[in-house]
């Protein structure tokens, strides 16, 4: 088993929701707003940081993710230059 962890910036969360579900992801939760700092910039969601994001967990089997993680960096190439999409996959030893 694997943890995605997703963060997204843009205005339509419902391109993240429809990849784990297209993919069976088998279950995800979405923390949003998100705020915080990185290499592309703040997202604070106040006038000087406009935006926020929207964070997805998911824990998957270890032979979706390869084909989840391709489809996300294909959606993350389709978005807008302002918007943002980042995963991190990690190691999980029980999901209980």
Do not use: C, N
């Not at 962890?5 to 998100?34: F, K, M, N, Q, W």
């Not at 006038?47 to 391709?70: D, H, I, N, Y």
């Not at 996300?72 to 999980?92: E, Q």
Request: proline share 6%; no cysteine; charged share 20%.
């Amino acid at each position: 088993m694997k943890t995605l962890l997703i963060v997204y910036s843009g205005p339509d969360v419902r391109v993240v929701e429809r990849l784990l579900d297209e993919h069976e992801a088998g279950g995800y939760t979405e923390i949003g707003p998100a705020r915080g700092a990185g290499q592309t910039g703040r997202r604070e969601g106040t006038r000087a940081w406009p935006g926020a994001s929207t964070v997805f967990m998911s824990v998957v089997p270890s032979e979706q993710v390869e084909s989840l993680k391709s489809a996300l960096v294909a959606a993350r190439a389709s978005l807008a230059p302002s918007d943002r999409l980042h995963v991190v996959v990690l190691p999980t030893d029980s999901f209980i």
